[in-house]
C-alpha cells in the first residue's frame, strides 16, 4: 500500500512539472493563445540590420506589438508588424530600428507624432529612421574619417 502511495505522488509531482514547463515555455515563448486581437500596419525601410520577424514593437517602452515579417520590396525591406487593437497611430508615426544595449537583440520603437489624423489599419507608417551601422562608425573612428 505505501508503494502505490509513492507512486502516485511520483506521478502527480511529474505532471505538475510537466504543467509548469508548458505554461513557462508558453510565457517566454511569449505565444497569445487568448485574445491578442491586433491590427497590421507596414514600413518600409532601406537595411533592417539584425531586425528579425518575432521582434518586439515598443511605443515609450511598452511593448505594443511584434514583428509579423520581413519581405524586399522595391529593394527596401518592408516590415509587416501586428499592432494591439486600441492602439492609435498617427500618421506622422516615426518608426526606428534600435538595440537593446551595445550588442542586444533590435526592436522596433515607435515615436507617435502630434497629427490628430489616425493611420487606418493596413496602412503604412511613412517616416523611418533605419538602424545605426555600428561597424561602419567604429571603421570611421580608426581610420580618422569621423
Given at each position: 500500500?505505501?508503494?502505490?502511495?509513492?507512486?502516485?505522488?511520483?506521478?502527480?509531482?511529474?505532471?505538475?512539472g510537466?504543467?509548469?514547463?508548458?505554461?513557462?515555455?508558453?510565457?517566454?515563448?511569449?505565444?497569445?493563445?487568448?485574445?491578442?486581437?491586433?491590427?497590421?500596419?507596414?514600413?518600409?525601410f532601406?537595411?533592417?540590420?539584425?531586425?528579425?520577424?518575432?521582434?518586439?514593437i515598443?511605443?515609450?517602452?511598452?511593448?505594443?506589438?511584434?514583428?509579423?515579417?520581413?519581405?524586399l520590396?522595391?529593394?527596401?525591406a518592408?516590415?509587416?508588424?501586428?499592432?494591439?487593437?486600441?492602439?492609435?497611430?498617427?500618421?506622422?508615426?516615426?518608426?526606428?530600428?534600435?538595440?537593446?544595449?551595445?550588442?542586444?537583440?533590435?526592436?522596433?520603437?515607435?515615436?507617435?507624432?502630434?497629427?490628430?489624423?489616425?493611420?487606418?489599419?493596413?496602412?503604412?507608417?511613412?517616416?523611418?529612421?533605419?538602424?545605426?551601422?555600428?561597424?561602419?562608425?567604429?571603421?570611421?573612428?580608426?581610420?580618422?574619417?569621423?
Open positions: 500500500m505505501k508503494r502505490s502511495a509513492l507512486d502516485l505522488a511520483v506521478g502527480v509531482f511529474v505532471l505538475l510537466i504543467l509548469a514547463l508548458g505554461w513557462l515555455s508558453v510565457r517566454l515563448g511569449k505565444v497569445d493563445f487568448f485574445g491578442g486581437e491586433c491590427g497590421t500596419v507596414t514600413a518600409d532601406p537595411t533592417t540590420a539584425g531586425l528579425k520577424t518575432g521582434s518586439s515598443e511605443i515609450a517602452g511598452v511593448e505594443v506589438g511584434r514583428v509579423t515579417s520581413i519581405q520590396t522595391n529593394y527596401q518592408r516590415v509587416v508588424m501586428s499592432i494591439r487593437n486600441g492602439i492609435k497611430l498617427t500618421e506622422d508615426s516615426i518608426a526606428s530600428i534600435k538595440t537593446r544595449g551595445l550588442i542586444g537583440e533590435k526592436f522596433l520603437q515607435i515615436s507617435p507624432g502630434g497629427s490628430e489624423r489616425i493611420i487606418k489599419p493596413n496602412g503604412k507608417i511613412t517616416e523611418v529612421e533605419p538602424p545605426i551601422d555600428l561597424e561602419e562608425l567604429l571603421s570611421k573612428y580608426v581610420f580618422g574619417k569621423v
